[in-house]
């Protein structure tokens, strides 16, 4: 998904994004974008939005899905200032990109998302070793080698 106000720009940015053979949802505004998650959460496996919208700061949508849904989120902006990438960081974001942004750029945006599944699956299996652990209260030891 991105979300973007500037209607030339999003149009720039879906046909970089399309050239990567990625499929694109399209917002111009965050309301817009949190609403389409709420209703299609697991048909978005990454959102790409600008910092600063008109009607309401990227942090939103950080604050709203990244932080709720575990949706990666890649901020992007034309001011490139160490502060201003730092503080969408810590606020969750999994990458700042400085617009303009390149073909090259969002060939490799993929990887966030493989990041987040590969977490995924390893938090999973963590979880039944951990759930299989309290209801056997096996230990697993190793076996002793036998001599032949």
């Known amino acids: 998904m991105v979300v973007e106000s500037n209607s030339l720009y999003l149009f720039l940015i879906q046909q970089l ?4 053979d990625y499929k694109v949802t399209s917002c111009k505004q965050v309301q817009e974008a949190i609403s389409f998650v709420l209703e299609n959460q697991q048909s978005i496996d990454l959102i790409i939005s600008d910092a600063f919208l008109p009607s309401e700061d990227g942090l939103l949508i950080l604050e709203t899905i990244a ?3 575990g949706i990666p989120v890649v901020i992007m902006s034309w001011n490139g200032e160490t502060s201003t990438l730092m503080k969408f960081i ?7 990109l400085v617009k303009p942004v390149t073909l090259k750029e969002l060939k ?7 990041r987040k599944q590969i977490g995924d699956q390893m938090k999973y299996l963590l979880e039944i070793r951990i759930k299989h652990n309290n209801n056997n209260n096996n230990v697993l030891e190793p076996v002793e080698e036998t001599k032949l």
């Open 108 to 114: 490799n945006i993929w990887t966030h998302v493989f």
């Open 67 to 69: 932080l709720k849904f």
């Open 90 to 96: 810590a606020y969750g974001a999994c990458d700042y």
């Open 17 to 20: 994004l399309c050239q990567c």
